[in-house]
Nanobody, 125 residues
């Protein structure tokens, strides 16, 4: 099973940018579709973005489309989430997730079986 470690979270003013990183180890990242999710305390975890194993296709939640960009480098076992034009409602713990090739359901945004520990993003208004 792949192990995932997120970094790059922090405090930023509304309108600012952050870049989250996810470092994978244990198995080749090319075996997985990768995603980012976020969760606010007391609410359900929600899908943010995903990228297929070769990086050819990306999916985004409507709330972040046009502002966030997911990318990956399989050779470096890294995934990133570039977040621009941040809003107060983007405040959450952000999680990196992996779905074995063939298990990621693009319509349902499900299939993720490995998760990182999360990184806090706080956007001040």
């Amino acid at each position: 099973q792949v192990q995932l470690v997120e970094s790059g979270g922090g405090l930023v003013q509304a309108g600012g940018s952050l870049r989250l990183s996810c470092a994978a180890s244990g198995r080749a990242l090319s075996s997985y579709a990768m995603g980012w999710f976020r969760q606010v305390l007391g609410k359900e975890r929600e899908f943010v973005a995903a990228i297929t194993w070769a990086g050819l296709t990306t999916d985004y939640a409507d709330s972040v489309k046009g502002r966030f960009t997911i990318s990956r480098d399989n050779a470096r076992n890294m995934v990133w989430l570039q977040m621009n034009s941040l809003k107060a409602e983007d405040t959450a713990v952000y999680y990196c997730a992996a779905a074995l090739k063939g298990y990621y359901d693009r319509r349902a945004r499900t299939g993720f079986s490995s998760w990182g520990q999360g990184t806090q993003v706080t956007v001040s208004s």
